[in-house]
């Protein structure tokens, strides 16, 4: 099994930056991609960045300009900064990686609230 422990989340004002880092453990071999994910109320789950194991990046549109995912491979974590954060990144930010050689099975952090508000 895989073990996802996000953290970094809290509450910023419009403007601000967070760095959110989740450190995975337990069965980590064969990984794919390592990504970030939000959910806001009412909202469905959303991308917000991925990286895969080739260093390929891929972020939302919203993201892009502003959040930056990383990684450091040593430690099995994987950072997002989030910068010029905006009320509208208000969400539960999830963790996600995905392991396998023939299929891909995905695993999710148990989330990080992340609250822009003055």
């Known amino acids: 099994q895989v073990q996802l422990v996000e953290s970094g989340g809290g509450l910023v004002q419009p403007g601000g930056s967070l760095r959110l880092s989740c450190a995975a453990s337990?069965?980590?071999?064969?990984?794919?991609?390592m990504g970030w994910y939000r959910q806001a109320p009412g909202k469905q789950r959303e991308l917000v960045a991925r990286?895969?194991?080739?260093?390929?990046?891929n972020y939302a549109d919203s993201a892009k300009g502003r959040f930056t995912i990383s990684t450091n491979n040593a430690k099995n974590t994987v950072y997002l900064q989030m910068n010029s954060l905006k009320p509208e990144d208000t969400a539960v930010y999830y963790c996600n990686l995905e392991r396998g050689i023939y299929t891909s099975t995905s695993y999710w952090g148990q989330g990080t609230q992340v609250t822009v508000s003055s």
């Open positions: 337990g069965s980590i071999f064969s990984i794919n991609a």
């Open positions: 990286i895969t194991s080739g260093g390929n990046t």
